[in-house]
């Protein structure tokens, strides 16, 4: 890692480094991984240890949260019938806890990580867990300001790309009935199609702008501006598709895990008792070492953008 010369780094180069850095690293980056998440999976079996018994469905559904994806109404619905109010209350204090915390320690957690890759990147001394923390919390204050900021941005443009989804579709949708002429089936391919077509194309609008702004983070915690979105749009300027390619690849690595590698392994390791408790401690340390592969992607990707813009 140490020859590795510090050049702009192509889509293939870039996740090469990362691997590299994650492997060289990988009791440090395991070990941040696990502080961040070990009291989120302690929180959740002190409070639904019932839905830490179920099957991976339920560690699905907290894979899901943190994703931004929704709870699996099958699960919420058993969890309900269970308990009723107490189920409630407990699921709500988990929710409420598991945001808290994500929105609090989320940004530190990442700022840490972004430190560790610094030190390597810039060939300085190794940094240990526990100074990476402290400077990350030194900063905790902008973190915390500059992540909200950013949180509420990329919110209020995904709402209106949704409603720009909704008005496209029903254009598109329109447009297609009123021409007529064609078979009814022709009618239902067009419209699936216009749909699918608007998506991704309003999906990509929406990444752009995550990606022209989520290097503020980096930004912020080196001091180099206090919000970081203006420096993170000027970083990114030239380098959208490289930048969407890299991170595309990384998740459809991650995500083969959960679509393909857990459910092979629920299948293998089967549905009773002790088995099914071991299987999912196996599973959340899994997800727990694969957790830091986006994350030391993410700072490579913006030492990477300095180089290119510094030289």
Same mark, same amino acid.
């Given at each position: 890692?140490?020859?590795?010369?510090?050049?702009?780094?192509? /889509?293939?180069?870039?996740?090469?480094?990362?691997?590299?850095?994650?492997?060289?690293?990988?009791?440090?980056?395991?070990?941040?991984?696990?502080? @961040?998440? +070990?009291?989120?999976?302690?929180?959740?079996?002190?409070?639904?240890?019932?839905?830490?018994?179920?099957?991976?469905?339920? %560690?699905?559904?907290?894979?899901?949260?943190?994703?931004?994806?929704?709870?699996?109404?099958? $699960?919420?619905?058993?969890?309900?019938?269970?308990?009723?109010?107490?189920?409630? =209350?407990?699921?709500?204090?988990?929710?409420?806890?598991?945001?808290?915390?994500?929105?609090?320690?989320?940004?530190?957690?990442?700022?840490?990580?972004?430190?560790?890759?610094?030190?390597?990147?810039?060939?300085?001394?190794?940094?240990?867990?526990?100074?990476?923390?402290?400077?990350?919390?030194?900063?905790?204050?902008?973190?915390? &300001?500059?992540? %909200?900021?950013? !949180?509420?941005?990329?919110? +209020?443009? +995904?709402?209106?790309?949704?409603?720009?989804?909704?008005?496209?579709?029903?254009?598109?949708?329109?447009?297609?009935?009123?021409?007529?002429?064609?078979?009814? !089936?022709?009618?239902? =391919?067009?419209?699936?199609?216009?749909?699918?077509?608007?998506?991704?194309?309003?999906?990509?609008? $929406?990444?752009?702008?995550? /990606?022209? $702004?989520?290097?503020?983070?980096?930004?912020?915690?080196?001091?180099?501006?206090?919000?970081?979105?203006?420096?993170? $749009?000027?970083?990114?300027?030239?380098?959208?598709?490289?930048?969407? !390619?890299?991170?595309?690849?990384?998740?459809?690595?991650?995500?083969?895990?959960?679509?393909? =590698?857990?459910?092979?392994?629920?299948?293998?390791?089967?549905?009773?008792?002790?088995?099914?408790?071991? &299987?999912?401690?196996?599973?959340?340390?899994?997800?727990?070492?694969?957790?830091?592969?986006?994350?030391?992607? @993410?700072?490579?990707?913006?030492?990477?953008?300095?180089?290119?813009?510094?030289?």
């Amino acid at each position: 890692m140490s020859n590795e010369p510090r050049l702009p780094l192509g /889509i293939s180069r870039m996740l090469k480094y990362s691997f590299q850095l994650y492997k060289q690293h990988f009791e440090k980056l395991f070990l941040l991984s696990l502080f @961040y998440f +070990g009291p989120i999976y302690l929180v959740m079996y002190l409070l639904m240890p019932a839905a830490m018994e179920q099957s991976s469905t339920s %560690l699905n559904n907290l894979y899901h949260i943190f994703a931004g994806g929704a709870i699996d109404p099958t $699960w919420q619905r058993e969890t309900l019938d269970t308990g009723a109010f107490v189920s409630i =209350v407990r699921m709500v204090l988990f929710s409420l806890f598991s945001i808290l915390y994500v929105v609090l320690l989320g940004p530190v957690f990442a700022a840490a990580n972004v430190f560790l890759v610094q030190a390597v990147f810039n060939r300085e001394a190794p940094m240990s867990i526990k100074e990476a923390i402290k400077r990350a919390f030194q900063r905790f204050g902008a973190l915390l &300001g500059s992540s %909200l900021l950013f !949180g509420l941005i990329i919110f +209020g443009i +995904g709402i209106v790309t949704m409603i720009l989804i909704g008005i496209l579709f029903a254009i598109g949708a329109g447009g297609i009935y009123a021409s007529g002429g064609g078979s009814v !089936g022709g009618t239902v =391919v067009g419209v699936v199609i216009s749909f699918i077509l608007i998506y991704i194309g309003v999906l990509l609008l $929406w990444s752009y702008f995550v /990606i022209r $702004w989520m290097y503020y983070l980096p930004v912020t915690a080196l001091r180099e501006e206090p919000l970081g979105l203006g420096r993170s $749009w000027a970083l990114t300027r030239s380098s959208f598709w490289r930048l969407f !390619g890299v991170m595309f690849v990384m998740n459809l690595i991650v995500g083969i895990f959960s679509v393909v =590698v857990e459910p092979l392994f629920n299948a293998i390791i089967g549905s009773e008792g002790l088995a099914t408790m071991l &299987g999912q401690i196996v599973l959340i340390l899994l997800r727990i070492v694969l957790f830091p592969l986006p994350v030391v992607l @993410y700072a490579v990707s913006f030492f990477d953008l300095k180089v290119r813009e510094e030289g």
